[in-house]
């Protein structure tokens, strides 16, 4: 896979992409990462990149013709043929499509992704118009330019490859996950799964040694060997943390008919609690 990112600031990328998992994956072959310099495709001795508003206005709005040069020097498909050569054009900018988690596996199955990192006030509508197959957030909050979603959209998709991360099951039993019915329940002779396929909610929570840290245990079933007891407890903390920070994911999530019982009885536990406090 290859991304090639468009850029007024390519030495952001030096070092972002050089540990952990992307480091890794970059050694291994597995991703290749490229940044262009977009003064470097301006025809002037200031190397302008943006120009004044039509209509007025605050601030300042990239121009198009170093952003088409740009893509031009990377001999993309033409706009109509890239799904056939599965590549893809983004616009990173506050007014895209937000940038989820299905998503990101859905750009990890494109051989070349190009991202075009926005400044200032914005870009030339027409570069999203002529040019880009997609407009992309990263969220509902407004940065000073593309380069920190590029970063986060690259570490997103690359740990989605094969051989990416250490366990092939580490990107599928995590938050926004698949459901399980996408899921063996054992593979071979090996004991039944004690994790549920997230089915688009958070995770459960996670502990590891020591037992006792500070006055806090790690939750007594999570130290036996009972895998349904282990699988059921996590699943009803998935769904209660959920609940908790994003309930807006449970209006879409796939819940079986356990769930919606775990999941009422998490509420009236939760209203309990609140009854209770002091």
Not at 125 to 137: G, P
């Amino acid at each position: 896979m290859r991304f090639d990112i468009i850029t007024i600031f390519p030495d952001f990328f030096e070092s972002t992409f050089e540990y952990g998992i992307l480091g890794r994956a970059r050694a291994a072959g597995l991703v290749d990462i490229a940044t262009h310099d977009l003064r470097g495709f301006t025809h002037d001795r200031h190397r302008t990149v943006d120009d004044r508003p039509f209509g007025g206005g605050e601030g300042m709005v990239l121009k198009p013709q170093p952003i088409f040069d740009a893509a031009a020097g990377l001999n993309l498909s033409p706009k109509s043929e890239r799904d056939r050569t599965k590549e893809t054009v983004i616009l990173l900018s506050a007014q895209g499509r937000p940038f989820t988690q299905a998503l990101a596996h859905e750009l990890s199955r494109i051989d070349r992704v190009v991202m075009i990192c926005g400044r200032y006030e914005g870009v030339d509508e027409r570069v999203n118009q002529l040019l880009c197959d997609r407009e992309i957030s990263i969220g509902d909050y407004v940065l000073s330019g593309g380069e920190l979603a590029a970063a986060v959209i690259v570490d997103a998709v690359v740990r989605l490859l094969p051989g990416a991360l250490g366990h092939p099951d580490s990107s599928r039993f995590e938050s926004f996950g698949v459901e399980d019915a996408a899921l063996d329940n054992s593979t071979g002779d090996a004991p039944p799964r004690t994790t549920h396929g997230a089915g688009g909610i958070l995770d459960y929570p996670h502990y590891t040694r020591p037992a006792e840290f500070q006055g806090a245990e790690v939750p007594l079933i999570l130290q036996g060997g009972n895998h349904d007891a282990i699988r059921s407890w996590r699943r009803r903390m998935a769904l209660r943390k959920t609940l908790e920070n994003r309930p807006d994911l449970l209006e879409k999530a796939v819940l079986s008919k356990t769930d919606q019982r775990l999941l009422d009885e998490i509420v009236e536990q939760m209203e309990q609690e609140r009854t209770e406090a002091p």
